[in-house]
Nanobody, 125 residues
Framework: QVQLMESGGGSVPAGGSLRLSCAIS????????LAWFRQAPKKEREAVAGIYVGDGQSYYIGSSKGRFTISQDSAKKMLYLQMNGLKDDDTAAYYC??????????????????WGQGTQVTVSS
């Protein structure tokens, strides 16, 4: 059983930065993929970035490329999302997620078994 808990959300002005954290409890095998998703009001949930626990290979989706950085600290069992150059469109609830892909691609798509409760990010212009 894996449990995830996000923190670090808040309100920031456009152009600002935030670092989201996700504390991971339970056993996380090296074949796991971790990811950040977000969901804005009245919009579908969308993937932001993903990372492979085994070797740290990362993937970015859409507008997160070049602005966001996903990283992990395996020793501390933490997942992070550094967000720079925040825009109004980044306003959303952000969720971390985990899934065992058995060593396959960690491109953040498909079904994730474990989810955190979310942390709100609000960007104001």
């Amino acid at each position: 059983q894996v449990q995830l808990m996000e923190s670090g959300g808040g309100s920031v002005p456009a152009g600002g930065s935030l670092r989201l954290s996700c504390a991971i409890s339970g056993y996380l095998h090296n074949t796991y993929c971790l990811a950040w998703f977000r969901q804005a009001p009245k919009k579908e949930r969308e993937a932001v970035a993903g990372i492979y626990v085994g070797d740290g290979q990362s993937y970015y989706i859409g507008s997160s490329k070049g602005r966001f950085t996903i990283s992990q600290d395996s020793a501390k069992k933490m997942l992070y999302l550094q967000m720079n150059g925040l825009k109004d469109d980044d306003t959303a609830a952000y969720y971390c997620a985990a899934a065992d892909r058995g060593g396959g691609s960690c491109y953040p798509s498909g079904t994730y078994r474990y989810w955190g409760q979310g942390t709100q990010v609000t960007v104001s212009s």
